[in-house]
């Protein structure tokens, strides 16, 4: 399990992620500076933004991980 800052690192080189309560098919992604969902719903519509304000609220929380079928590309 990771924190937020280090997931956000990872979405903004490509890999998708999730939190361990969400169902197993379901993770985020950025997009340009976008965020979106496995939907493709569009979840927050500022991503630098949304990581400077909420960085401290969220990195004490190692809830979140790779997305499994995201990984072999990225290796």
Do not use: C
């Amino acid at each position: 399990m990771i924190n937020f800052s280090k997931a956000f690192s990872l979405m903004k080189k490509g890999i998708k992620v999730r939190q361990k309560f969400w169902s197993e098919d379901y993770y985020i992604y950025i997009e340009g500076n976008h965020i979106y969902d496995s939907l493709g719903n569009l979840y927050i519509s500022d991503a630098d933004e949304f990581h400077k304000k909420n960085k401290d609220v969220y990195d004490h929380h190692f809830t979140y991980d790779i997305y499994d079928d995201d990984i072999e590309p990225h290796l």
